[in-house]
């Protein structure tokens, strides 16, 4: 089986930056398997929109803090057979600085899952930054090859409102045996 190209990750992400959605609902369900999403208890008001060329802006209101506060990303493939690893670029600002922290998350047949943060945290700020990070398989023996499912999770501050762009995110892949 020959190994996902990094383009089956992005798919998703490249229909998203070419549409225009307006402000809507925080929590509004988007296209091609993106969603944001918070745990039950938050009180987090707000919109988001993603504009032409931008994946996505946020500008919430925190009430009540949540447990967690996340964008997230069904990948669309959850086999990894062929590969040694899975990177991204994501290019951000915000208006007060801002840590977010990237995760991949993988289903398992019991219905549980498995967690693997990338090692750097993600710091945005007004002027935009790009941020990369990269989990090689070999160094994280808990990311199972074949999965049920897959996510990348993007968990946002959950204690503070925001204001900030999401601006690209781009996945790559680095295959076994170079």
């Known amino acids: 089986m020959a190994a996902p190209h990094s383009s089956v990750f992005n798919a998703p992400l490249m229909a998203l930056r ?3 959605l307006g402000p809507m609902a925080l929590r509004t369900p988007l ?3 993106l969603r944001l999403q918070s745990d ?13 060329g931008r994946l996505l802006t946020l500008n919430t209101t925190v009430q009540n803090s949540a447990t967690w506060f996340a964008f997230r ?5 959850a086999d990894f057979t062929g590969l040694a690893g899975l990177g991204f670029w994501l290019r951000s600002a915000a208006q ?3 840590i977010s922290r990237a ?3 993988s289903g398992q047949d019991d219905g549980s899952h498995i967690d693997h943060y990338y090692d750097q945290y993600i710091l945005s700020q007004a002027a935009q930054t790009d941020h990369h990070a990269l989990l090689m398989f070999d ?3 808990t990311i199972p090859i074949t999965a049920l499912w897959r996510e990348f999770i993007l968990f946002l501050p959950t ?12 996945f790559f892949t680095i295959e076994t045996g170079l």
């Not at 039950?40 to 032409?52: E, W």
């Not at 990303?73 to 493939?77: D, E, F, I, M, S």
């Not at 204690?159 to 781009?170: A, E, K």
């Open 18 to 20: 070419q549409q225009n």
């Open 103 to 105: 995760c991949l998350r």
């Open 139 to 141: 160094r994280a023996p």
């Open 73 to 77: 990303l069904t990948l669309g493939q």
């Open 31 to 33: 296209p091609h398997g």
């Open 159 to 170: 204690t503070q409102s925001l204001d900030c762009s999401l601006i690209d995110l781009r």
């Open 40 to 52: 039950t208890a938050a009180v987090i008001t707000g919109t988001m929109a993603s504009p032409r």
């Open 96 to 98: 007060r600085a801002m």
